[in-house]
């Protein structure tokens, strides 16, 4: 079984768009697929046609309530499972601050579970609190949607930090599998520059104890599509709403390098085809040295007892200091 957490610091970058439509093209390839919605905001869920607050056993349930994975798995498609979000998964802080090893709840409850399915896809919120801390705590690889500009390099570099920490504290098997550029536009000049600094950085960590020293950029690039954007206000995936489209094409050919990985070696750009360009000036890739190798702390004192609430809208902040009580797995 192969579980991968779709993580980006940033929103609106495509990530629930490729957990959904990610998840779909494996499951048309004959693999059984399961995709858990950790977001308060439910897109992944609502993106399926279920309402997200319905009352149906879902991943707060499962994190919070104590009901088994089985319970929560709902099926939407030959080979296609999810476990719903809700609304209620914004007060996960606040109701799991005193259970200890919160950040493990959601890898425990996999682990109990006597299921069948091959992949497992994690969508997380775009923040960093105890709802993203269980994803990355149970999952085997982390897969980085990205759109292809400078400003998104810095948002990576103090992702990989974040993937540093635990692979370091909760989960020493974590390895980022690769990066998929959404919303492409190849005639771009700043997407070859940003593609080009990007597989640079990945060279560097090759051999190197790190993360993402195997990354890779795949070469499945998601395409700018109006069919995408159009497909969830109908509660379908793009294979269901059009299957002739440009995003149906690259979320299959995405699914096809994950299912027959070529060897991560940082070639991705010139096996596209694409020109890589000559960046003009020193671009702000890699402010933090995080991509060379160079990883800092724990800024946010995410995995040393001091939470950091998710950002408005999103999640309630949990408060700090030592928990005492548990909920039993």
Partial sequence: MRTIALMNQKGGVGKTTTTVNLGAALARAGRRVCMIDLDPQSHLTINLGIEPDDGAVGTYDLLVENRGFLEAVHHVGDNLAIVPGSIDLASADARLVDVIARETLLRRRLAAADHDFEFILLDCPPSLGVLTLNALA???????????????????????????????????????????????????RLSAEVVAN????????????????????????????????????????????????????????L???????????????????????????????????????????????????????????????????????????
Avoid: C
Wanted: glycine share 12%; charged share 25%; proline share 9%.
């Fill in 198 to 253: 990007l597989a640079d950085h990945l060279a560097e960590a090759r051999g190197k104890n790190l993360p993402w020293s195997d990354a890779r950029i795949h070469r499945a690039r998601i395409r700018r599509n109006i069919k995408l954007a159009e497909s969830p206000g109908f509660g379908r995936t793009i294979f269901d709403y059009d299957p002739t489209s440009n995003g149906a094409a690259d979320y299959a050919a």
């Fill in 255 to 329: 699914a096809e390098e994950l299912l027959n990985p070529a060897a991560p070696d940082g070639r991705a750009l010139e096996d596209s085809g694409e020109p890589r360009g000559e960046p003009r000036g020193e671009p702000r890739s890699d402010p933090h040295g995080i991509l060379r190798g160079e990883p800092g702390s724990d800024p946010h004192g995410m995995l040393h007892g001091e939470p950091r609430g998710e950002p408005a809208g999103k999640s309630v902040g949990g408060a700090s200091g030592k928990p005492s009580g548990e909920i039993a797995p």
């Fill in 138 to 188: 149970a999952a085997g690889e982390v897969l980085i949607p990205m759109q292809a500009h400078f400003l998104a390099l810095q948002g990576v570099a103090k992702l990989l930090q974040t993937v540093l920490l635990v692979r370091d504290h909760l989960n020493p098997s974590l390895i980022v599998e690769g990066l998929v550029l959404t919303m492409f536009d190849s005639q771009t």
